[in-house]
């Protein structure tokens, strides 16, 4: 190279050795073009093996989506997450301590053990079992026998609970009871069609129909439930009902007894009622009483 002097001659670019080595040296840390070749030059293979095993890892990710995405929509799988009405089932979810089985097997006890002939076997859930603390469960007592009358009624049970404690054991008596109650379903309300909860309560009623032929069978429809008649809830309630009392009907034995009436004018369901909105006070019980006491007479008597 020239450079052209101040005098416009051109006298050769003189560039010391010492600063070419140095523009060449490299930064600490980095590796030369050289290096780097031959470093995927002989780890090539090894390279090869990752790529390939992080592909198949992904193609491998898709195809497990896929399938669990197609079964979780399968009629078979969502059968699997969650229970039917209409077949057995024990609660053990969320039953650690083992209340809901104790209780079972105290009134299998009780069935086995009584030795007279019972009036009364109210069978249900948590509405059946707070009539026993209810004031008006003493008009039920004095009206059949206090020491002719059994309540079976546990708290949260659905309709496949009840199945399943009616067929292990809390119907062995020694004599078939004249009269059983029957109210089950709220619990369903949430998860399941009116229909479906319909032909769960209807299987209870079928299998108690077996296990007693000649006793009376009284399927009590369930109370409103939620504070405004809009409410899903409360309409799926009134379809219920209404399927029940319609198939009760077609059943030999079997009588339908309409919950009674305990909303104000405006179809509300008060805190005076339920303070809730799913479970009773003294005053609904009072009005469930004078409509069930007759009902039960009725039934004996037929």
Known sequence: ARLRSPLGTSTPLQVPVASIAASQKRRPGSISPAAAASFLRSHRHGMHFIYV????????????????????????????????????????????DQRWLSLHNEYAFEAKNYGERLNVLFLGDSITLHFTQASSWERILSAFGKSKILNFGVGGDRTQHLLWRVDNGELLFRKDPRIVVIMIGTNNLDDDSAEDIAKGALTVVSHVRKQFEQTKIILVGIPPRSKLSVNTIRRKTIEYNSILKQRARTIDGVSFLDFPDILDSNGVLTRKMSTDFVHLTNEAYDIYTDALIPKIQTEMKG
């Open 53 to 96: 095993l992080v592909i198949t890892c992904i193609v491998a990710q898709v195809i497990i989506n896929i399938y669990f995405n197609l079964t979780s929509n399968s009629p078979s799988r969502k059968a699997e997450s969650r229970d039917s009405p209409d077949r057995p089932v024990a609660r053990n979810r969320g039953q650690a």
